[in-house]
């Protein structure tokens, strides 16, 4: 049974970093186009970026970029969600997704498989 289980979440104070880690398991030895999302309080749910099944990842998210960055480390079947410079905007459930149909990055509704979530809170 295939399975993504998110880590690494917590609390921040703004302009610290943290690194978010999605661990799958059950993908057969498989590698697939793994994306993050995030969604905070009362606001709709939105990309990050993604990383396809091998080379570099992308984000998408106009409001992250520079300060964000995805990648991935097959060997562990691992995807990272790396992110300095926090903000108090920041804060929210953040996501990873994945689908065994796709190895190529593609749409929010396309992925099958989501991890439970880890909390991500950035205040003074």
């Known amino acids: 049974q295939m399975r993504l289980v998110e880590s690494g979440g917590g609390s921040v104070e703004p302009g610290g970093s943290l690194r978010l880690s999605c661990s799958g398991s059950?993908?057969?030895?498989?590698?697939?186009?793994t994306a993050w999302f995030r969604q905070a309080p009362e606001k709709e749910r939105e990309e990050i970026g993604c990383?396809?099944?091998?080379?570099?990842?992308?984000v998408r998210l106009d409001s992250v970029k520079g300060r964000f960055t995805v990648s991935r480390d097959n060997a562990k079947s691992t995807v990272y969600l790396q992110m300095n410079n926090l903000r108090p905007e920041d804060t929210g459930l953040y996501y990873c997704?994945?689908?065994?149909?796709?190895?190529?990055?593609?749409?929010?509704?396309?992925?099958?498989?989501w991890g439970q979530g880890t909390q991500v809170t950035v205040s003074p």
């Open positions: 059950g993908f057969s030895g498989r590698y697939y186009a």
């Open positions: 997704a994945a689908d065994p149909r796709y190895y190529f990055c593609t749409g929010q509704s396309e992925y099958g498989q």
């Open positions: 990383v396809p099944s091998s080379g570099a990842g992308t």
